[in-house]
């Protein structure tokens, strides 16, 4: 035999040693490690517990700590991918439940978790993948309960390490070797016929109690993703564990740093007068964590902590507040924050957003609105990537941006558990933040609590007192009042409003609720903010003969356009329309466009067929119909959840809010529309636009059978001059019907869903309403039939009026603010700022008025009293200022 050159050994060693480790799993952990000596509900940045309030970070240990249906801890910066490779999964597990034999159930991993919108915080949320792990009757698996039958005679052991092995063989597919090991002994399982697709994707950690169907059939694709139906998540059971030393390591793992979430999860702000207001909203941290938050900008290229905010401890919120704010230029800001982390020690977090300049020199402003923020669709990327291609100035949700069952395992409707309640609740807002975080953190937002927010189908405020005890949802509900405690929805309402402009009058409501009705100057635009819900009447008690049920009559005899404004019915309230008076005349700091943003419109645009005009229950699926169909016997409805009800408070709203030509913007009503009100005539009050639903539980259309009046050449049969299910005057413009699109899924696609854009211009004084159909693309794609809607400031109002005052000539100031009143009756009759220096005022009825011309708060204004309006222009009043 030849010898072999020493240096020839050298590479065959090099080479043997190469082969090897390509069938190793690199041992280098991949996850942070977590504190061991600090507790907390919140686990860390790199997870997502299913839900919330049924797991805890204990020393070091994961906990499950609420036993039921699909717990898991979703790994969000690590997942299976599509290289080649190999990779180990392992943890401790160690029972909580003492000696108590264990129910029906099991732990272990899901690997491969996919959602259906191919996105990582969609497969946290909803995703399925692929089984690995042991039964608590001691039967392994990898995929099913048959692929690899193993069943432990002494059934689940106490303290086991289960370890996943994953090794690519010849043919492309996988082994995977499930082994189940503690002090005493080891077992183990393997399957070699294991699919590339089947595991490639997200990774959970499961500890499930309840039904073991989902184990009975083989995960394979085109179902696995959702295996055709969703698990069973309810509460049950004592399948409680708690995991430690959690490793993931090998070559087949991507991680995905940007993908973590935390510790400062979002932040919301708006911009008011110069006075900043912010918003960090947190996870449930421990006690070792930082209990505050800094606020910090640069100073000479270098970040300063300008202030600190102390962490509420129910909402988990951060409030900071700013006078004097420079509103001249960007200013970059961080979010510090310091959380016990790995090591046991403090370790700093920043959340990096801009406070951008107030756009006062713009032409046009744009303001984004969005209404029923549901879980279908979630994380929402298309409706994220439409809007940030509209470059809003202004975000504005008018509500529901979350529903009870967002994310899924139900709402705890519990006045009692305030703290797992809130917890509930925590983790269905998270998802709004994590879905809009990245536009919140430039963009100025308004954010309105409704109904859902408060774990209610419907609510009437009645002024904040509580529903009657004993009574369950409709039944409480229909009642008046709010189902979750004062505490609760105080919580609530900090995470959503918090970071608005102060409240006009900060009085709370019966139980201590607190308000947050305001005004908002921003951008030349002032924004009257309401509550329309708070203060409103519940139908039920006031009405016994209609029959109330979940805000429908069951007595389909009752005319809800003749019978039910009764006495003592409130819609806004008396506080809500002194401010809405004073925000009218109000037109200082150079505003130039008044616009009300609230809950929803003052108006029931919904139709039904005649038989169903009377019932919440009709089917969804027979509200949505081809394009080109049309119903034949559709009527207005009577839903007395919309603010078509009460009729008299109705009224109240809608001629206070057309003393300034405000525009409405608005959400709730799950059906886009364009309408403008009229009160004791077609047309003599404001517009209003209210939105289509983000994801649209509930669909409701706009089909009367009879022809509206007066309608445009060419429109649609459904627009025109209609009255609605309680009698109030409105002229329909546009509507979003649903009709199906052949888009899946449908549920998503078919039912109208969407959001809306309106364009306020300066310099015309002209608003554009725009209606875009979630899938549509607004580079290349139509917006809904109808759309865009283009009306001017002028049309809000007086727009038929056919009586004049002297037209006013100006010199001296350019767009002064004139305002008219009544001398007989002592009250305004409107204010506006004008555009340029002309304006023909005109009124409504006979008789002598005051005019008030200039800039209010700067001494240069001009008063005539006792002018006469006329039926005949020509008179002329010449003002110097």
């Known amino acids: 035999m030849k010898n072999i050159p020493f240096v020839k050994y050298q590479l065959l060693a090099v080479l043997l040693l190469l082969i090897s480790s390509c069938n190793e799993v690199k041992e280098t952990n991949l996850l942070t490690d977590l504190p061991t000596d600090n507790s907390r509900v919140w686990i860390g940045k790199e997870y997502w517990a299913n839900p919330l309030q049924d797991w805890q970070l204990n020393h070091g240990q994961i906990e499950c700590v609420g036993s039921g249906g699909y717990r898991n801890i979703y790994l969000l910066t690590n997942e299976i991918g599509p290289e080649k490779g190999n990779f180990k999964i392992s943890v401790e597990a160690d029972k909580l439940i003492g000696k108590e034999v264990l129910t029906k159930g099991w732990i272990g991993f899901e690997i491969g978790i996919k959602g259906e919108f191919n996105d990582y915080r969609d497969s946290a949320i909803r995703g399925r993948g692929f089984p690995v792990g042991i039964t608590t009757s001691g039967q392994m698996f990898i995929g099913n309960l048959d692929s690899a039958p193993k069943v432990l005679p002494e059934g689940m052991p106490d303290d086991i390490i289960l370890e996943v092995n994953a090794d690519q063989q010849k043919d492309g597919k996988y082994k995977i070797t499930l082994k189940v090991k503690n002090a005493e002994k080891e077992e183990s399982i393997s399957r070699e016929d294991i699919q590339e697709e089947w595991i490639e994707g997200g990774i959970s950690l499961m500890c499930h109690s309840g039904t073991l169907k989902e184990l009975e059939v083989q995960p394979e694709l085109p179902k696995y993703t959702n295996w055709g139906t969703s698990p069973n998540k309810r509460k049950g059971g004592n399948v409680r564990f708690g995991f430690s030393n959690l490793k993931i390591s090998g070559s087949k793992i991507v991680q995905h740093e940007e993908q973590a979430f935390g510790p400062v999860l979002f932040t919301q702000h708006t911009l008011s007068n110069k006075i900043l207001k912010l918003t960090a909203q947190m996870p449930p941290i421990g006690e070792k964590d930082g209990q505050t938050v800094g606020f910090q900008t640069k100073t000479d290229g270098k970040w300063k902590t300008i202030s600190k905010a102390q962490i509420d401890k129910l909402s988990r919120t951060a409030t900071f507040k700013f006078k004097n704010w420079d509103t001249s230029k960007d200013i970059p800001y961080r979010v510090a924050y310091q959380l016990y982390d790995s090591g046991n020690k403090l370790k700093d977090y920043f959340y990096e957003g801009t406070i951008r300049k107030e756009p006062l020199e713009k032409e046009e402003i744009v303001v984004a609105g969005f209404t029923g923020n549901n879980d279908l ?77 408060m774990y209610h189908g419907n609510i009437w ?43 006009f009058d900060p009085t709370p409501v019966a139980q201590g609720i607190g308000v947050y009705y305001t005004d908002m100057k921003y951008a030349g635009i002032s924004f009257a903010i309401l509550e329309d819900r708070k203060f409103k009447s519940a139908p039920k008690p006031l009405l016994p003969k209609a029959r109330i049920y979940n805000g429908w009559m069951q007595n389909v005899n009752f005319d809800a356009a003749k019978n039910a404004d009764v006495k003592g019915a409130v819609l806004l309230g008396d506080r809500q329309l002194k401010f809405l008076d004073q925000w009218s005349a109000d037109w200082s700091n150079n505003t130039w466009m008044k616009v009300l943003l609230s809950q929803t419109i003052f108006a029931n645009v919904a139709t039904l067929p005649y038989a169903d005009s009377h019932s919440d229950a009709i089917v969804p699926k027979l509200r949505i119909l081809k394009k ?37 913007y608005a959400g709730d009503q799950h059906l886009g529309s364009v309408i403008q009100y009229g009160v004791n005539n077609f047309n003599d009050a404001g517009y209003a636009f209210c939105v289509p639903s983000i994801s649209n539980i509930w669909p409701r259309r706009w089909y009367p059978s009879k022809e509206g009046k007066n309608r445009k050449e060419g429109a649609p049969r459904y627009t025109g001059e209609y009255v609605d299910g309680f009698g109030n005057k409105i002229s329909v413009h546009a509507i979003s019907n649903p009709v199906f699109t052949g888009k899946k899924p449908a549920k998503l ?24 159909p979630r899938q549509a693309n607004p580079e290349t794609d139509k917006q809904y039939e109808g759309w865009p809607v283009v009306i001017n400031q002028s049309d809000n109002f007086l727009m038929n009026a056919r009586l004049f005052l002297p037209e006013i000539h100006v010199t001296g100031m350019e767009n002064p603010v004139i305002q008219v009143t009544d001398e007989k009756s002592k009250e305004i009759v409107f204010t506006i700022r004008i555009n340029g220096k002309n304006y023909q005022p005109k009124v409504l009825e006979k008789g002598d008025y005051t005019i008030i011309v200039g800039e209010p708060g700067t001494g240069k204004v001009k008063k005539f009293v006792h002018v006469s309006a006329s039926e005949k222009k020509g008179k002329t009043i010449e003002v110097q200022l």
């Not at 409709?474 to 918090?498: C, F, H, I, L």
């Open 377 to 453: 669709g979630f994380p929402n990327t298309d409706v994220f990537k439409s809007v940030k291609y509209q470059k809003p100035d202004l975000l504005f949700f008018s509500g529901d941006q979350i529903y009870e069952g967002v994310g899924d395992y139900g709402a705890l409707i519990n006045r009692k558990d305030l703290e797992k309640s809130t917890l509930d609740y925590l983790r269905k807002w998270y998802l709004f933040g994590w879905a809009y975080g990245d536009l919140l953190r430039e963009i100025p937002s308004v954010c309105l609590t409704d109904d859902h927010d």
């Open 461 to 503: 405020g009645a002024g904040g007192i509580a529903t009657p005890e004993g009574l369950r949802g409709a039944a409480a509900q229909d009642q008046g009042g709010y189902k979750m405690s004062p505490e609760w929805v105080n919580m609530a309402q900090r995470t959503q409003t918090s970071h608005m402009p102060d409240p």
């Open 628 to 664: 080109g169909d049309y119903p034949p016997d559709d009527v207005p409805v009577s839903d007395f959840d919309s603010n078509a009800w009460p009729q008299t408070g109705r009224d109240k709203a809608v001629k206070t809010i057309r003393k300034s030509f405000a525009f409405h």
């Open 749 to 772: 696609y078919d039912r109208a869903t969407g959001y809306g854009i309106v364009r306020f211009n300066k310099n015309t004084r002209d608003i554009a309403m725009e209606c875009w």
